[in-house]
């Protein structure tokens, strides 16, 4: 389930995170600012203290290109699970390897960031870890080495919840957002939709498609919506779905992106791969979180090349 269980990414994205300059990180919350920059043979760090719109202290890493010069920014949000910055260090090198800077932070209540963890059933967390991201955003744009028009989000999973209501409530400081796996729906929606199929338990459940489809019809949306947050972000935003995911509605969700589209006039693409699961696990099986990975550069870069000034 999409909320209750956290997601890795796909395998081939996650190296050990030393490989970035990580390490052991103390529990003590980052100071705010910027710290010293370290430089490792692929790429630079630069530690990272900002305050949230509720005086939390998020702690973070800035990952910089190996080279100084003046680069678009992601801040990123992933999954359900109390992840720290970590674990995604092969997806940090992904992104500084094209050119975007990265800033990666510990989640709410986690490792090195202050503040509650996962009280996901609260109908103000969704805002609240939005507001974090948000936070992040505006604190990445001042490095000098950051351009401050180019400033977008990315968020995995859960994360495709919080990074619209970053975008819907950011004014212009959010340029872009990209989303892998990322419910439309309803919190009470993708909570019906993982144990109709299964994934809640990791065990399919054996119904059809079609008793799915009439179940989720019958109870219809509740809980938290994204939508009104939706129909007010007016940035451009790309969607990346596994065909073979069962812990998100993908095509649910894609039908909202598309009335969103031809509706409100908004600047929304989505792209669905065929054999990939939700952790975009090339033919994975249900909960597959490691294995040969779908090609999500094949979506992504032509959408990056298209929207955001890579350098």
Same mark, same amino acid.
């Given at each position: 389930?999409?909320?209750?269980r956290?997601?890795?990414?796909?395998?081939?994205l996650?190296?050990?995170a030393?490989s970035?300059?990580?390490?052991?990180?103390?529990?003590?919350?980052?100071?705010?600012g910027?710290? !010293?920059?370290?430089s490792?043979?692929?790429?630079?760090?630069?530690?990272?203290?900002?305050?949230?719109?509720?005086?939390?202290?998020?702690?973070?890493?800035?990952?910089?290109?190996? /080279?100084?010069?003046?680069? &678009?920014?992601?801040v990123t949000?992933?999954?359900?699970?109390r992840?720290?910055?970590?674990?995604?260090?092969?997806l940090?090198?992904?992104?500084?390897?094209?050119?975007? &800077?990265?800033?990666?932070?510990?989640k709410?209540?986690?490792?090195?960031?202050?503040?509650?963890?996962?009280?996901?059933?609260?109908?103000g967390y969704f !805002?609240?870890?939005g507001?974090?991201?948000?936070a992040? @955003?505006?604190?990445?744009?001042?490095?000098?080495e %950051? /351009?401050? !028009?180019?400033?977008?989000?990315?968020?995995?999973?859960?994360?495709?919840w %919080?990074?619209p209501?970053?975008?819907?409530?950011?004014g212009d400081?959010?340029?872009?957002?990209?989303?892998?796996?990322?419910?439309?729906?309803?919190?009470?929606?993708e909570?019906?939709?993982?144990?109709?199929?299964g994934d809640?338990?990791?065990t399919?459940?054996?119904?059809?498609p079609?008793?799915?489809?009439?179940?989720?019809?019958?109870?219809?949306p509740?809980?938290f919506d994204?939508?009104?947050y939706?129909?007010?972000?007016r940035?451009?935003?790309?969607w990346?779905?596994? &065909?073979? /995911?069962?812990?998100?509605?993908?095509t649910?969700?894609?039908r909202?992106? /598309?009335e969103?589209?031809?509706?409100?006039?908004?600047?929304?693409?989505?792209? @669905?791969m065929?054999?990939?699961?939700?952790?975009?696990?090339?033919?994975?099986?249900?909960?597959?979180?490691t294995? !040969?990975?779908?090609?999500a550069?094949?979506?992504?870069?032509?959408w990056?090349?298209a929207h955001?000034?890579?350098?």
């Amino acid at each position: 389930m999409g909320v209750e269980r956290g997601r890795r990414l796909p395998g081939s994205l996650l190296v050990l995170a030393a490989s970035l300059g990580c390490g052991h990180m103390p529990t003590a919350p980052a100071p705010l600012g910027f710290g !010293p920059v370290a430089s490792f043979p692929d790429h630079r760090t630069v530690e990272v203290g900002f305050a949230s719109a509720d005086g939390a202290v998020m702690s973070g890493t800035l990952f910089l290109p190996r /080279d100084p010069g003046r680069y &678009a920014a992601l801040v990123t949000h992933f999954g359900s699970n109390r992840w720290t910055r970590e674990p995604f260090a092969g997806l940090v090198q992904f992104w500084t390897d094209r050119g975007i &800077a990265v800033l990666s932070y510990d989640k709410r209540g986690v490792g090195r960031s202050q503040g509650n963890c996962c009280p996901w059933q609260d109908p103000g967390y969704f !805002p609240l870890l939005g507001s974090d991201v948000l936070a992040g @955003v505006r604190i990445a744009a001042q490095y000098p080495e %950051v /351009d401050p !028009p180019q400033v977008g989000a990315f968020g995995f999973s859960q994360g495709g919840w %919080v990074v619209p209501v970053t975008a819907a409530t950011g004014g212009d400081d959010v340029a872009f957002l990209i989303i892998g796996s990322g419910p439309t729906v309803t919190l009470g929606e993708e909570l019906l939709y993982s144990r109709l199929t299964g994934d809640a338990q990791c065990t399919p459940s054996g119904l059809s498609p079609e008793e799915i489809e009439r179940q989720m019809d019958a109870a219809g949306p509740s809980r938290f919506d994204p939508r009104p947050y939706l129909e007010a972000v007016r940035i451009p935003v790309l969607w990346v779905y596994g &065909a073979l /995911d069962t812990s998100i509605p993908v095509t649910r969700s894609v039908r909202i992106i /598309d009335e969103l589209r031809t509706t409100g006039g908004h600047g929304f693409t989505s792209a @669905v791969m065929p054999r990939a699961n939700h952790s975009w696990i090339l033919d994975g099986a249900m909960c597959q979180e490691t294995g !040969p990975p779908a090609n999500a550069g094949l979506i992504v870069e032509p959408w990056l090349a298209a929207h955001v000034s890579v350098r």
